[in-house]
Nanobody, 117 residues
Framework: VQLQASGGGSVQAGGSLRLSCAAS????????VRWYRQAPGKQREFIAH???????NYADSVKGRFTISRDNAENTVFLQMNSLTPEDTAVYYC????????????WGQGTLVTVSS
């Protein structure tokens, strides 16, 4: 199983980025996929979640600005990030938690997002 995160970069405050998490060896459509982030000197924090049903959930800090979605045909999960602020600067990770029939947890390698004021 591999999760390949991409799409990070540098952007000015108020800008947008779209992160991708391309999965191989596991289907993103039949289980939960999550995005986390870790800012310098801080603990990794939950950002967004998409369930197999398509139901989504967000951290309060990104609600209304970030949108998680997936493309089943591409086996990829996306994180559209709008109205970025310097507080969004972090390494972003995609995650597949343990699921029925697949008890391991998987993490992508992380993609760096830097937002300047």
């Amino acid at each position: 199983v591999q999760l390949q995160a991409s799409g990070g970069g540098s952007v000015q405050a108020g800008g947008s980025l779209r992160l991708s998490c391309a999965a191989s060896g596991i289907s993103v459509s039949i289980g939960t996929v999550r995005w986390y982030r870790q800012a310098p000197g801080k603990q990794r924090e939950f950002i967004a979640h998409i369930a197999a049903s398509g139901r989504t959930n967000y951290a309060d800090s990104v609600k209304g600005r970030f949108t998680i979605s997936r493309d089943n045909a591409e086996n990829t999960v996306f994180l559209q990030m709008n109205s970025l602020t310097p507080e969004d600067t972090a390494v972003y990770y995609c995650n597949v938690p343990p699921r029925i029939g697949a008890p391991s947890e998987y993490w992508g390698q992380g993609t760096l997002v830097t937002v300047s004021s």
